[in-house]
């Protein structure tokens, strides 16, 4: 299987009247707008929720969102405060293909039977994010238990490609791409085993990474 990411070709971020610019940020447009002090990591992370909250009832890439997220945001910015922000990802909001597990999030795999399961422990992809000081924003739609490419399942519907509501969005990881493609976090992971991050990636103007997991 491939661990993968998805993210927005590298482009610019700004600040409009002191609120954190969700579309199409970077780590570097994060880190600079926390570093100098024009956003704060609460601020960010409730930029990129607000996003989520006013477009994903139309695209309909996210199922379900971190309820830590804003605490978790909260201790960043007092570790910032007092000179204590480290991480290479130190603050930077990451959505979940959903079937990864997370600590105090379920994992579900887009499947309704599954709506319930909560894994007791952080998948290694997710501990190396957290321990870098990533913050899990939500999870992300896939094709039902990730074996067809249209990303669409029992537990989060039919995902739809941001660009064009007539096109597909890919799979199995399209909710991933459509989330990153509408600005819904930094960056997402997929996984892949024939066309997975490919698709979603051609689908959605994105670029994808992959690293083959033992």
Not at 5 to 14: D, F
């Amino acid at each position: 299987m491939r661990f993968s990411l998805l993210t927005l070709p590298i482009l610019g971020v700004t600040c409009l009247n002191d609120a954190f610019d969700t579309r199409e940020a970077t780590i570097s447009g994060v880190h600079t707008a926390l570093f100098t002090g024009l956003s704060t990591c609460t601020e960010i992370i409730s930029s990129f929720i607000s996003r989520i909250d006013t477009y994903n009832p139309t695209i309909n890439a996210i199922i379900s969102l971190n309820p830590s997220a804003l605490s978790l945001a909260a201790e960043l910015d007092a570790r910032l405060a007092a000179g204590n922000a480290t991480g290479s990802l130190f603050c930077i909001p990451i959505l979940l293909k959903d079937n990864y597990d997370a600590v105090g999030m379920n994992t579900t795999a887009g499947c309704l039977d599954l709506a319930g399961n909560q894994p007791t422990k952080d998948a290694p992809a997710v501990k190396a994010f957290k321990d870098a000081g990533a913050i899990i924003l939500g999870k992300a739609n896939l094709h039902e238990l990730a074996l067809e490419g249209i990303s669409v399942s029992s537990l989060g519907g039919q995902t739809i490609n941001p660009y064009d509501h007539t096109r597909t969005p890919g799979g199995s990881s399209g909710g991933t791409g459509a989330s990153i493609a509408a600005s819904f976090a930094v960056f997402g992971t997929g996984t892949d085993t024939v066309n997975s991050l490919r698709s979603p990636a051609s689908a959605n103007s994105l670029f994808s990474l992959s690293s083959l997991i033992p």
